[in-house]
């Protein structure tokens, strides 16, 4: 379980492709307590550390995550280990599990972006409600058909991905999982 509150800026360093991709990673704040075994979400995806050396940790990504994710273009990648029953909760409850990959539409005045998604992640998205987007923690400002908006703060433009994504990139998408339990609930009690 993870916040949404990105911890570092990291970058891939090293990618091995083969049956499952195995991927370095530097993030000297992240490893600097991490071991083998350990869940550190990168760029919103849940990935277990397989080792760690200096100021790096390696991670093995199968077939599936790289398909249903954007860590096959990445190279600069928001980071963040797992949550704790000591960590504050200044985001939302985040599982690093991808719901889809949405584009990035427009940035629009006041730091307000645009985020193009995929068909059926819509109903999840509410005003005020909340939305995890390259593993960082946001509000939905406008929620739409076919995309939504968010506002992003100085701070979050300087310490994560979203300062340099580009119009056109692909941002992996997390709706509130709290949105997909009541969804549930109400279709098997109907």
């Known amino acids: 379980m993870f916040t949404g509150i990105v911890e570092e800026l990291g970058e891939i360093v090293a990618r091995e492709p083969g ?13 600097s307590d991490a071991r083998e075994g350990d869940s550190i979400a990168v760029n919103g995806v849940c990935l277990t550390v397989t080792g760690v050396s200096n100021d790096t940790f390696t991670v093995d990504v ?11 273009r990445a190279t ?6 797992a949550a704790t029953p000591a960590t504050r909760l200044g985001g939302h409850l985040v599982q690093g599990h991808v719901d889809g990959v949405g584009t990035l539409l427009d940035r629009g005045e006041d730091a307000v972006v645009r985020i193009g998604i995929p068909a059926g992640l819509a109903r999840y998205l509410v005003e005020k409600g909340s939305v995890t987007v390259d593993g960082i923690s946001l509000t939905v400002v406008e929620a739409a058909a076919d995309s939504f908006t968010v506002a992003l703060i100085p701070t979050t433009l300087a310490r994560t991905t979203l300062g340099s994504t580009a119009v056109g990139d692909p941002v992996n998408l997390e709706v509130d999982v709290i949105a997909k339990y009541v969804e549930r609930v109400l279709m098997s009690s109907g």
């Open 62 to 72: 199968v077939a599936e995550t790289l398909a249903r994710t954007s860590l096959g």
């Open 76 to 81: 600069v990648v928001n980071l963040e280990r």
């Open 19 to 31: 049956e499952v991709t195995r991927l370095t990673i530097r993030g000297p704040l992240v490893t």
